[in-house]
């Protein structure tokens, strides 16, 4: 199989996605007989240039973080690689995405790598629910993964995440998805504990890689109190505190749902997607969260998981001995 084209396309309030899909692109292309890439300034950049000009696939970028961006639909053809990469709220692919997700991003029997990110809890049904969009719209899943970043919500959890070792992991994706592509291999979907495919889905596509997790997907997760109340924190808005903003309007331009009034950043006008991006990012400090409910779930989420949470890849074929083993090392028991 001849691949031309390698796209990066993510969504990524934060910059987690973003390195992840990077690390999985960036891995495929050198497999993939290296890149041109191109650059901010429109000009290739070569890596390799004992390939020639006409076998090197290129790679093109889509962050669709910006709402006019997901306006527009996506088509990719046989010849082109896409890595898929999504963060995961509540356990499943945001709801908010969903509408771009599946009337937009379209495939015509195109292979792909799906990635979701997740803030060290767990990735639930996120990946089973991204592979199965992607596959009901024409795309066939080489290999897939879900990596832990620092949580949208906190700076504590999966702080400092991905690190070397996620990363590492997320070159190996790609290598494998390489693999997959060069030898021309195809699998199906089977095991009990494997997102479902439709049948009409498994006739239009070749392979469809196994993941854990169910498609369709279950509900969201819903985080409570102590004593088992939902706690709903759908409505809640970051605040500002007006000493330290300093009216740069970077907020509004981020908010990937375009919600903040540019003119007077104070007033949230369209919902609020908890995607962390005006918060993180404000140079001053001056976006905050006070809603009782969601500062009780932020610290009940740091409380409880704590522990180091594992990034995890799944694909059909293991590239040697050294990557298989260091797969398992970072499955947990």
């Not at 049904?125 to 080489?142: K, Q, R, T, V």
């Not at 819903?222 to 605040?239: A, L, Q």
Request: aromatic share 8%.
């Amino acid at each position: 199989m001849q691949i031309s084209t390698i796209w990066s396309v993510y969504f990524s309030a934060t910059g987690v996605t973003e390195r992840v899909v990077s690390a999985v692109a960036d891995a495929a292309a050198e497999a993939l007989c290296g890149t041109e890439q191109e650059n901010l300034s429109g000009r290739p950049d070569r890596k390799d240039p004992s390939v020639s000009r006409e076998r090197r696939p290129q790679r093109k970028m889509l962050c669709f973080n910006p709402p006019d961006v997901r306006q527009k639909p996506l088509i990719f053809g046989k010849n082109d690689l896409v890595i898929l990469g999504v963060p995961v709220y509540a356990g499943r692919v945001p709801n908010l995405l969903l509408p771009y997700l599946k009337e937009n991003v379209k495939g015509g029997v195109t292979p792909a790598v799906a990635v979701v990110t997740y803030g060290n809890r767990n990735f639930d049904d996120a990946l089973a629910e991204l592979c199965g969009i992607m596959e009901e719209n024409g795309f066939y899943i080489a290999a897939a993964g879900a990596f832990v970043g620092e949580h949208a919500f906190s700076r504590v959890l999966g702080a400092g995440r991905p690190d070397e070792a996620d990363l590492s992991l997320a070159e190996m994706l790609g290598r494998r998805a390489a693999e997959f592509l060069l030898k021309g291999l195809s699998f199906s979907v089977s095991g009990p504990d494997c997102a479902t495919v439709p049948a009409p889905v498994r006739e239009r596509v070749p392979v469809s890689v196994r993941v854990p997790g169910h498609y369709p997907p279950g509900p969201y997760y819903t985080p409570r109190d102590r004593n088992g109340n939902p706690i709903d924190i759908r409505k809640v808005k970051p605040k500002v505190d007006e000493r330290k903003c300093m009216r740069c309007g970077l907020c509004a331009v981020l908010c990937p749902l375009g919600s903040i009034d540019i003119d007077n950043v104070t007033e949230v006008t369209g919902i609020c997607m908890k995607c962390g991006a005006c918060v993180k990012k404000c140079p001053s400090g001056a976006r905050y969260f006070d809603d009782p409910g969601y500062l009780y779930h932020k610290s009940e989420l740091e409380e409880i998981y704590a522990r180091r949470a594992e990034s995890r890849i799944f694909s059909e074929i293991p590239e040697n001995p050294d990557e298989e083993k260091m797969q398992k090392e970072t499955e947990p028991e």
